[in-house]
């Protein structure tokens, strides 16, 4: 499969625990993004890397929140300190950016996180 | 208030019938905009995409933008089953960073 993965789908952990999700695009991708969807809503962007270097963080993304795409290749998102409001969907998603042209974002099915 | 508003639906209709999704918007920055689709517990699949105003159709699927008013819509003719998704749609600016400002989504329910 050449789409988009991600890794877990599904967590489930205890308020106050660390996690970390993995992304790893499709291959020649250049940029990636991180959205975070909660039922019944929309996804909502949080951050996105151009190569190894990340671009923009949403005013979502809490301090308790970092990502990464050493090597401008797969990405991680943790999360310190887990509250319940992080319960969420990830979604990652993948693109190329070849001057102005927009290209498809494709998303991955993402990891449903839970946090009791 | 969201930038992008979306009735959440759910929509239910019979199958063949032909379908009417929409959003507004109120940032008129935004100059793409996409629909895209998502079934329970997968990423969501874009359908279309549509830059600034205009109709772009694609077998079944009508998208058109009205940017005067800020509002676009998404027709599915001859609907079918399988089309019962969440719709949702997404915008963004025409500029470098691409990230997706999205609607709600709408439930959409097409019954054999």
């Known amino acids: 499969d050449t789409g988009v993965s991600q890794d877990p789908r599904h967590k489930i952990t205890k308020r106050g625990q660390n996690v970390t999700f993995r992304c790893d695009p499709i291959?020649?991708?250049?940029?990636l993004y991180w959205y975070r969807q909660t039922l019944g809503q929309g996804p909502e962007f949080l951050t996105y890397?151009?190569?190894?270097?990340?671009?923009?963080k949403s005013r979502l993304l809490s301090d308790r929140f970092s990502a990464e795409r050493p090597k401008g290749s797969f990405s991680t998102l943790e999360i310190q300190r887990t509250e319940q409001g992080d319960s969420a969907m990830y979604l990652c998603?993948?693109?190329?950016?070849?001057?102005?042209?927009?290209?498809?974002?494709?998303f991955g099915p993402g990891t449903r996180l839970t946090v009791l | 208030q969201k930038e992008v508003e979306q009735d959440p639906g759910p929509l239910s209709v019979p199958e063949g019938a032909i379908v009417s999704l929409n959003c507004t918007y109120s940032?008129?920055?935004?100059?793409?905009f996409m629909w895209y689709r998502q079934y329970s517990r997968k990423g969501p699949e874009l359908l279309m995409y549509?830059?600034?105003?205009g109709n772009k159709e694609d077998g079944r699927f009508t998208a058109q933008v009205d940017k005067s008013s800020k509002y676009i819509s998404l027709f599915i003719r001859d609907s079918q089953p399988s089309d019962s998704a969440t719709y949702l749609c997404a915008m963004t600016e025409d500029t470098g960073r691409r990230a997706l400002t999205f609607g709600s989504g709408t439930r959409l329910q097409v019954q054999p």
């Open positions: 998603a993948s693109s190329l950016a070849l001057g102005q042209t927009l290209y498809e974002q494709f």
């Open positions: 890397f151009q190569n190894e270097a990340q671009l923009e």
């Open positions: 549509t830059y600034s105003s």
């Open positions: 291959s020649e991708h250049n940029r």
């Open positions: 940032n008129s920055a935004f100059q793409y």
